[in-house]
């Protein structure tokens, strides 16, 4: 296994949308548990293949207090979506930045795993807005560009403040 490394937003790679999985094979195994080790050394609750410069549709999950419940969608849809959460979000390629995105409160999932087994999935709470947040991941799009473009630009000079102090 590996750690992989975690693109920083303002990374273009960070805005490649994702191909579906066509092939269940070792490839995608070992990119899973590379994914899955990542995850848990970070630590994070989630991880995009888009994170990791992979720009396929894979996603990795653990929301739980014992993080010995990984999730692994490949290829998700969501079927259903009600309600509106208020949580708020982080994301491992914008440290430090936590914001209030408007997010479906339960969503129904359907993915495959890395075997290739179809499953239906329905989340809440964090959970669904963790997947929806991986999801957007998948399709090119970061957290904060659901914010103001005030909000976008603060935080832009946030980070570039934070790089130029650790380089
Ligand atoms: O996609 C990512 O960058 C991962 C991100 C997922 C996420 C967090 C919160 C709401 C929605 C999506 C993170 O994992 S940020 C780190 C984090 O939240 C956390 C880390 C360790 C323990 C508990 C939480
Ligand atoms: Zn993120």
Redesign the pocket.
């Given at each position: 296994m590996a750690l992989l490394n975690?693109l920083r937003y303002p990374d273009a790679r960070l805005h490649k949308v994702a191909a579906p999985v066509t092939v269940f094979d070792e490839n995608l195994k070992k990119l899973v548990a590379d994914m899955a080790e990542t995850?848990y050394a970070?630590?994070?609750?989630?991880?995009?293949a888009t994170?990791v410069d992979v720009h396929k549709q894979v996603i990795v999950v653990d929301v739980s207090e014992r993080r010995d419940t990984l999730i692994v969608l490949v290829n998700p849809e969501i079927v259903e979506a009600t309600g509106v959460s208020d949580?708020?979000?982080?994301?491992?390629?914008?440290p430090t930045i936590y914001e209030l995105v408007e997010r479906a409160e339960r969503v129904k999932v359907r993915a495959y795993d890395q075997n290739g087994n179809a499953f239906t999935l329905e989340a809440q709470g964090?959970l669904s807005?963790?997947i929806?947040?991986?999801m957007d991941?998948l399709k090119g799009k970061v957290?904060i560009e659901y914010l103001s473009q005030l909000k976008q630009q603060r935080i832009r000079a946030k980070l570039a403040k934070q790089l130029r102090k650790t380089a």
């Amino acid at each position: 296994m590996a750690l992989l490394n975690i693109l920083r937003y303002p990374d273009a790679r960070l805005h490649k949308v994702a191909a579906p999985v066509t092939v269940f094979d070792e490839n995608l195994k070992k990119l899973v548990a590379d994914m899955a080790e990542t995850l848990y050394a970070v630590p994070g609750i989630g991880l995009a293949a888009t994170q990791v410069d992979v720009h396929k549709q894979v996603i990795v999950v653990d929301v739980s207090e014992r993080r010995d419940t990984l999730i692994v969608l490949v290829n998700p849809e969501i079927v259903e979506a009600t309600g509106v959460s208020d949580i708020e979000e982080g994301c491992l390629s914008v440290p430090t930045i936590y914001e209030l995105v408007e997010r479906a409160e339960r969503v129904k999932v359907r993915a495959y795993d890395q075997n290739g087994n179809a499953f239906t999935l329905e989340a809440q709470g964090l959970l669904s807005v963790c997947i929806q947040h991986e999801m957007d991941h998948l399709k090119g799009k970061v957290f904060i560009e659901y914010l103001s473009q005030l909000k976008q630009q603060r935080i832009r000079a946030k980070l570039a403040k934070q790089l130029r102090k650790t380089a």
